[in-house]
């Protein structure tokens, strides 16, 4: 399907590049939906992309405001998309707690009961808005990208790469949640249960970063991972630890840094923000 | 009077640093308020300080969730306290709008109606804070200070600074609020009217950092101030030139910076946040 033109909503200057943000109608969300580009000034018209995806709550605003990651993406010459985090408008299915419906998307094809029709996240991120991007005049190199998010976007970048081989030059991730099919992770257990109708399904463990590292054939992009040891969801929601042993276990390239003190907030996201895009510019300028 | 001792609300880890948040009766705003200081990890115990006055509708939180101030505060070993923008809470006087009231208390002593009681936000950024700040535990220098603020808080950063001369190593503005006694300042004509009877009085001429300049004494701090060119506000309420072209003519240290393309928000702010940390730290240190 060739996707609707995106219309700019607005572009505002910042730290020598401009944010772009984009509404589109969307077709596998079936509505209208959101995402900002930062882009860098630039004579390049092939700078590389890193897509980072949100977590539970947030939308493409929360990181683009709070996340301190336009000075060292202007330094390194790299991009940066940030897409919101499900469906939302009139039609949208939602829910009243913060972790289900609008929100909190999961970046999963959703198959049972109301999600099924608008909550393809994991569709959108992977074909429909690279798609979008190239309608969008901008000096990108999409062949040239790599992926990272927090939290519930930690789990989209950790599984959307690991699903797709060769795609990403690199993915990270700011206190993922690693093994949401556990069953002492009751965000995976709730969500993955109510999208997909059980948590324990293959069609779950499909959206598992441990599970699936665990099979994983042809990935050797590096990953990175950064976690707070003070992180209220770290012992559990997240296990982070779980997925960096299968990963070493399988001789991925996988670097974790545990932080002590740091919780799960912007605070941390912002924090360890310029490492990690510098270690997807590396990467991506291999 | 001896302020109450304040209670801390929260910390968090930033940057190799601590971002504290604490609650106080305030004496001269007769009501409980609260600010934020962030502490880079030292082992000085005696780190200077930057203030940094928010703008209209700002509360403590604004800057320190938007600004990225924590890396290059933990870069110069300085740390930053960031106070709210008028007093709240029960009792206090609000007005619909925007631009009167809560979140816009304009740094100054109102002597006016509802106001005069509570809204007395010059002498708590110039007397109460400091002491209160005394009573935190933390290991700040509070007689090596700068300060700063935005549009609101420039025009408070700048005639506090003017107003207590050697009191300050620097002071520098983002898209202050330069001139609000003028006719062609809407924010100012109607709260310095509000709180202090005229804009056009001898009173509100001491909040105007333009007027204030004309007639300094002793003020010899360095002063930078940066403005967006495409700030919507710059030709309609701000009127930056007004105040560098006064003080150039005092002969003061005014560094002025206007940049195409940026406008009014936290992302213009944050992108020369770096540059005012370090102007200051210089001023700071020598």
Not at 212 to 226: M, N, Q, R
């Amino acid at each position: 399907m060739s996707p609707a033109p995106p219309k700019t909503l607005s572009t505002v200057r910042a730290f020598d590049g401009v944010l772009h943000r984009f509404q589109h109608d969307s077709g596998v969300l079936k509505s209208s939906t959101v995402f900002s580009v930062y882009v860098p000034d630039t004579d390049d018209q092939q700078l590389p992309v890193i897509y980072y995806l949100s977590g539970l709550t947030c939308t493409d605003e929360n990181c683009a405001q709070k996340g301190c990651a336009f000075g060292p993406l202007r330094e390194r010459g790299v991009a940066m998309v940030f897409p919101d985090t499900s469906p939302r408008g009139e039609g949208t299915p939602d829910d009243a707690a913060y972790d289900m419906g609008q929100g909190a998307g999961f970046y999963v094809d959703a198959t049972e009961g109301v999600w099924a029709e608008r909550f393809q996240m994991y569709s959108y991120i992977v074909d429909e808005l690279p798609e979008t991007l190239k309608a969008c005049g901008l000096p990108l190199n999409l062949n040239a990208c790599s992926i990272t998010g927090h939290s519930m976007g930690g789990h989209g970048a950790l599984t959307i790469a690991l699903r797709n081989p060769g795609r990403f030059a690199s993915v990270s991730a700011f206190a993922p949640i690693a093994n949401p099919t556990a069953e002492d992770c009751p965000w995976g257990q709730k969500t993955l249960g109510a999208y997909l109708g059980s948590a324990s399904s293959d069609k779950a463990k499909l959206h598992d970063a441990t599970e699936l590292v665990k099979s994983c054939e042809g990935f050797s992009a590096p990953i990175l991972i950064d976690q707070g040891a003070s992180d209220n969801f770290y012992k559990t929601q997240l296990h982070p630890e779980r997925f960096v042993d299968a990963a070493k276990a399988k001789g991925l390239d996988v670097t974790y840094r545990l932080h002590e003190g740091y919780d799960h907030s912007y605070f941390f996201v912002s924090t360890f923000m310029r490492d990690h895009i510098e270690f997807h510019a590396r990467a991506l300028k291999k």
